[in-house]
DNA sequence: TTTTTAATAGAACAAATGTTCGTTAAAGGG
DNA sequence: CCCTTTAACGAACATTTGTTCTATTAAAAA
């Protein structure tokens, strides 16, 4: 999160912020004093350094003593980022894929999702399916959205998981409640009939941990 | 995207591409080659010169030749992310408030979310929305979901925005689209039914990009 | 006006860091 | 067995780059 209370910065440092992100960005690496000086059009690297310390003191940047580009960008700190497998599809009528450590490897899996860590909150186990079909829209999921999961086996009560159900051959999407002698399976949306099933018949594919939906 | 068809690495090179990430991740610029010596415990400049070279060859990596921590991480580019501050709530009773520069402010609003670019498409002017209450529940979008939102006022027939209802001031999420002489309001959710109403009725207060459900 | 403070200049220095090169060791290939 | 390739070694070197210092100018305060 940010820290609030910041100072205005004169015209010459936003300059500098500026260049420096947007050097960071194009990059992947934080430039020398002397790329500034070139960069904002200014005359020293005296000036720079005098203006970097104003930035450190103000909590914009941080600055990394005797390392060479050693700007750390705290207005937007590149940290925390995820690549995400996307690993299959979910559909009605089959069951999901199960992840591999092949599948795993974000190296190997053709297509990813890059997420931001406060998502997947820097679990283990995080893949993600693409939506098929309608048939998950009372738990609020439409076709084409992407559902980041965990892979568990368990899941406590309430949770949003993916269900195999055995007899039915079909995957469905529901909150997960245990009651005696059976499984109740509630839509998300509070307007639909929950689903009663037989604990022998459900089988828990995984845990959704987020829905995103992508609009244009 | 990922790029196919990378050779595997060897331990050591694959020791190699985890520490560049790692320090990355918790110092924000990239090591240098004697930091990489230590941190990996590799006895020679020049073996990680040497193993360097072939990650760039293989494209795990770009160097910058003669440029001090000149290492770019290509198989997760420390790029595009985005703070999109979230400037409030939506809910069916209120307008949603009108973001202004100060808003729009990253640093000056007290929430953000974090999202990487290629959900917001590196649009302009883009905020985000708590959503409050299930009033939305049509449009597949639930009581805590955050909303991705781009301030326009107009939008093109069949995108989904928030719409504001004069006579009935109430806001909802809705496909739009125009008809003769009426404006055709459509949930998300096939089965429900559209709302029809005159056009001095309604005013676009923004458009959906994405939706983010997060489920603990 | 005088004094202080903020900002700028430019150069010289020292430390950090990338690069090169001759050698050696191990691992196949013929 | 010799020869080529891959990998590792370590030191010396050259550049890049952060740091420091003094002088100068501009604006603000007294």
């Not at 009528?93 to 931001?116: F, K, M, Q, Y």
Request: charged share 25%; hydrophobic share 40%.
């Amino acid at each position: 999160m940010f820290v609030k209370g910041m100072k205005a910065l004169s015209s010459k440092q936003q300059s500098i912020v500026d260049y420096i992100r947007r050097f960071l960005v194009d990059r992947g690496y934080p430039p020398s004093i002397r790329d500034i000086v070139d960069g904002c059009g200014i005359s020293s690297t005296s000036v720079v350094d005098y203006n970097l310390k104003i930035l450190d003191e103000r909590g914009y940047i941080r600055r990394h003593a005797e390392v060479s580009r050693g700007i750390e960008l705290l207005a937007w700190s590149p940290i925390s980022r995820f690549q995400v497998p996307i690993i299959g599809q979910i559909a009605a009528g089959e069951p999901i894929p199960v992840p591999t450590s092949d599948t795993w490897d974000v190296a190997a899996s053709s297509e990813t999702l890059e997420v931001t860590e406060d998502l997947t909150q820097s679990k283990e186990g995080v893949y993600a399916l693409r939506v098929k079909g309608t048939s998950m829209v009372d738990a609020l999921i439409n076709d084409g959205d992407i559902i980041l999961m965990q892979y568990v086996n368990v899941v406590e009560n309430g949770e949003m998981a993916a269900v195999w159900l055995k007899a039915e051959k079909e995957i469905t999407l529901k909150k997960v409640y245990v009651e005696p002698s059976r499984i109740r399976l509630q839509p998300a949306n509070s307007e639909m009939r929950p689903i009663y099933t037989d604990p022998e018949n459900v089988e828990i594919q995984g845990k959704v941990i987020a829905v995103i939906r992508q609009l244009v």
